[in-house]
């Protein structure tokens, strides 16, 4: 808990009460307040905060929280998967009132805690935790992968186009298999590279990897590699800058990174999650059960800015808002892996 402010201090100092009595009244003030304040924990996947990608969106989310709602935020970068499951635990027996795991690594750590404290509220971004006092947070990747690829199809001018998965779950491959069927919307020869980092929850910070896969892809000829690496994207990024192709990014809008070579990236507002999750739980509306995030409710979308729109002429933007409409409508239906 952050300190006691001013009245603490001056309290020690008084001695004669008619002195003490506003520190007094100031300090039951400041105990009170914080004594009500509503205290979220916030448990990050590997990676952490900095990765630029996924845990910063969901730590972007949670700061906003704080900021807006005045809610207590305290957060942990996990080293590894076995620090989950005492993270979450800790956080439960400090009294917090709401507890959020980034990152579906976290689920059965998450399940065996909730289940132990059920009078805690927990949330969880990309799993889904059947309990009642467990917020699952999902999203369709797929559909937002669908539309990056459509762009990237629109773009290439080499006919192949790669992709880089972080580790290799089903999750990735939900991504994999949209960005492949975007792509192939737009031009059913494209030639669809792709690669995985690892196997293990290392492989989301393995830059150095992540640049070794893509400088493979574009020496093979693909023109424009999409990255959903978490933190070993940047390694893509970085070899994107080396031969001045372009990429893609992901999760949160990476187009600042490497202006004129990131085309665009899929959006996946982790962020809004987050702070939804707070904002209800904060307000005494908050339940358990799953919760979507697609292209209908704005959860998934790839990102225009003044970083990029030079690189997305009228003609693509105009040809990729018609397939979300599409798909939104249920004219278009997007290939889903948890579902082949």
Same mark, same amino acid.
């Given at each position: 808990m952050p300190d006691v402010p001013g009245p603490l201090s001056r309290l020690a100092s008084c001695t004669h009460l008619k002195f003490c009595l506003i520190p007094i009244a100031a300090l039951i003030l400041s105990l009170n307040s914080l004594a009500g304040q509503f205290k979220v924990g916030l448990v990050l996947d590997r990676? $952490?905060? *900095?990765?630029?990608? #996924? =845990?910063?969106?969901? #730590?972007?989310?949670?700061?906003a929280a704080k900021d807006k709602l005045g809610i207590f935020l305290k957060y942990v970068e996990a080293a590894d998967d076995n620090a989950f499951e005492p993270s979450l635990r800790a956080f439960a027996q400090r009294d917090f009132d709401l507890i959020i795991g980034i990152g579906v690594g976290q689920k059965e750590a998450l399940r065996k805690v909730a289940a132990q404290f059920p009078k805690r509220y927990f949330a969880i971004i990309d799993a889904q935790v059947d309990a009642p006092n467990v917020r699952s947070m999902l999203f369709e990747e797929h559909e937002g992968a669908f539309l990056v690829g459509a762009i990237a199809a629109l773009t290439s001018k080499t006919g192949k186009i790669g992709f &880089?998965?972080?580790? *290799? &779950?089903?999750?990735? %491959? %939900?991504?994999e298999m949209g960005y492949e069927a975007g792509a192939r919307a737009i031009n059913p020869q494209l030639n669809v590279v792709a690669n995985y +980092?690892?196997?293990t929850s290392e492989a989301w910070n393995n830059p150095p990897k992540g640049k070794e896969l893509a400088?493979?892809? /574009?020496?093979?000829?693909?023109?424009?590699?999409?990255?959903?690496? $978490?933190?070993?994207?940047?390694? +893509?990024?970085?070899?994107?800058?080396? %031969?001045?192709?372009?990429?893609?990014? +992901?999760?949160? =809008?990476?187009?600042?990174?490497?202006?004129?070579l990131i085309l665009t990236s899929m959006l996946k507002r982790v962020d809004v999650a987050v702070f939804s999750a707070i904002e209800d739980a904060k307000a005494g509306k908050f339940t358990g059960g799953v919760k979507r995030f697609g292209l209908s409710n704005k959860?998934?979308? /790839?990102? +225009? *800015?003044?970083? =990029?729109?030079k690189l997305l002429p009228e003609s693509v933007r105009q040809r990729v808002e018609q397939l979300k409409t599409d798909i939104i409508g249920g004219k278009i239906r997007v290939p889903d892996y948890y579902k082949k």
């Open positions: 990676g $952490g905060k *900095d990765d630029k990608s #996924f =845990n910063s969106s969901a #730590f972007a989310g949670a700061t &880089i998965g972080g580790m *290799d &779950i089903p999750l990735i %491959r %939900r991504f +980092v690892g196997v400088l493979s892809q /574009y020496e093979s000829g693909a023109d424009i590699v999409f990255a959903a690496a $978490g933190a070993s994207g940047l390694g +893509v990024f970085d070899a994107a800058e080396d %031969r001045k192709k372009f990429a893609i990014g +992901v999760d949160a =809008n990476q187009d600042w990174m490497k202006p004129g959860g998934v979308d /790839y990102s +225009v *800015d003044q970083y =990029n729109e």
